[in-house]
């Protein structure tokens, strides 16, 4: 696996094995704003007393949160500006906890340079444990 450099990166130099990675420790504070931003206030994700009597014993983020961190590398990272989610599959492991660091990374497993589509195997991680896994479909739009 090759680390990429931040940065827009042409379709032609895209190629299977290309990863990049993107880390974040989840606060109470991104939980709180990003139930405020998609209208979900489970309480599973805002409310301690409710959480402690559930099967993860406190708060968890929103899953979509962590999967949120795809689209900042692909928006940002490879391919970069410019190209545009085509879809998405996610499978949730494990809860994600408040302190917790997130690891979200994808790599490129196939490239069809003709309709401009590149694929990923995406996977966020808490330590070495999976939290999610998933693949994804970019399709990177013709320069000019």
Do not use: W
């Amino acid at each position: 696996m090759t680390e990429v450099a931040l940065g827009s990166i042409p379709l032609e130099e895209i190629y299977p094995g290309m990863t990049v990675s993107y880390s974040q420790t989840i606060t109470d504070a991104d939980i709180k704003a990003f139930a405020g931003i998609s209208g979900d206030h489970n309480p599973v994700h805002v409310s301690e007393t409710y959480a402690e009597q559930s099967r993860f014993g406190k708060r968890i983020a929103h899953g979509l949160m962590s999967a949120g961190f795809f689209s900042a590398l692909f928006g940002m990272r490879l391919p970069g500006p410019g190209c545009l989610y085509v879809s998405q599959s996610l499978q949730f492991k494990r809860p994600v906890y408040i302190n917790d660091t997130v690891v979200a990374a994808v790599e490129v497993t196939k490239v069809d340079r003709e309709k401009r589509r590149v694929f990923f195997k995406t996977e966020c991680k808490v330590g070495v444990k999976k939290v999610i896994t998933g693949e994804a479909e970019i399709y990177i739009p013709p320069q000019g």
